[in-house]
């Protein structure tokens, strides 16, 4: 239903109930309409007035300075991610020649020990190579003695054995002897 409608039947009802008829609503009676007019356009004016003059320019202003701020934020957001991407390859970067460095230093370290380690080697095989030598010489020199005391005692022995045979044997002949069974031996 209508507004209008509900307003008649109400303006109906209370004739009905011995009420005087009234005039209908003043907002909807048409002698007030001219009035209600020329006010509705003065304060359209004035709130158009003031909406544009204070209102909108502040609201107009703030959301400029809100998309400004947005703007510079971004901005140095990209900034600073440009220079943390710069960082991290300078850090990449440092980090290879680091490596390359201590690859370096430890083929150098490696290098140097090897070195010292052949020439320490060197050193103790030449060291054993004498010693070596000296304990041959040695073992050569009393094994030369061993053998002449050997051949001496063999000399005596086969003197002693020959005379408890009751052979004199002379001792040239004892040595030639001794030294014919050595070399068929040795």
Do not use: C
């Amino acid at each position: 239903m209508s507004l209008l409608a509900f307003l008649a039947e109400t303006a109906a009802h209370a004739g009905e109930h011995g009420e005087a008829a009234k005039a209908p609503f003043p907002a909807f009676d048409i002698t007030w309409f001219a009035s209600q007019l020329f006010w509705l356009a003065v304060f359209f004016i004035a709130l158009y007035f003031a909406l544009s003059r204070f209102v909108l320019p502040k609201l107009s202003d703030t959301l400029e300075k809100r998309a400004n701020r947005i703007a510079s934020d971004l901005d140095e957001a990209a900034r600073l991610n440009n220079q943390s991407v710069e960082a991290q390859k300078a850090l990449e970067l440092r980090l290879a020649q680091a490596r390359s460095k201590a690859r370096d230093t430890a083929d150098k370290a490696r290098e140097k020990s090897e070195a010292e380690l052949a020439k320490e080697t060197a050193r103790v095989d030449a060291d054993l190579a004498r010693k070596l030598e000296t304990a041959e010489a040695r073992i050569s020199k009393l094994r030369a003695d061993a053998m002449s005391n050997v051949e001496q005692i063999a000399v005596n022995a086969a003197g002693a054995m020959t005379a408890r045979l009751g052979v004199k044997a002379a001792d040239g002949d004892l040595k030639k002897a001794v030294a014919a069974a050595l070399e068929k031996r040795g």
